[in-house]
Nanobody, 122 residues
Framework: QVQLVESGGGSVQAGGSLRLSCAVS????????MAWFRQAPGKEREGVAA???????TYADAVKGRFTISKNNAKNTLYLQMDSLEPEDTAMYYC????????????????WGQGTQVTVSS
């Protein structure tokens, strides 16, 4: 049974930073593609950043230059460093794993966490 558990969410003022973590347990290959998604109330889930099997990355235009995705295979942990946060970044953030592709499409990912809330105030 694969489990993804996010942590690190919280409330912060605009311009601040947060670091999200996603601990992966169970029978999964940590070399598969992993990603962060987010979903704000009334909106569809959208891809934020993804990291591939050879540490290649891709980002949504809205977060380029502000967010950084990384992973520690030895610890089976995925990270999302979020800097210069904006109120528009307010959403539930989800960790996803198990993709054969480096993309930001929800249908590409097999495993999902329960989410961690990020709230950015102006």
């Amino acid at each position: 049974q694969v489990q993804l558990v996010e942590s690190g969410g919280g409330s912060v003022q605009a311009g601040g930073s947060l670091r999200l973590s996603c601990a992966v347990s169970g029978h999964t290959d940590s070399s598969y593609g992993m990603a962060w998604f987010r979903q704000a109330p009334g909106k569809e889930r959208e891809g934020v950043a993804a990291i591939g099997t050879i540490i290649s990355t891709t980002y949504a235009d809205a977060v380029k230059g502000r967010f950084t995705i990384s992973k520690n295979n030895a610890k089976n942990t995925l990270y999302l460093q979020m800097d210069s946060l904006e109120p528009e970044d307010t959403a539930m953030y989800y960790c996803a794993a198990g993709s054969f592709f480096l993309d930001l499409l929800p249908r590409s990912y097999k495993y999902w966490g329960q989410g961690t809330q990020v709230t950015v105030s102006s």
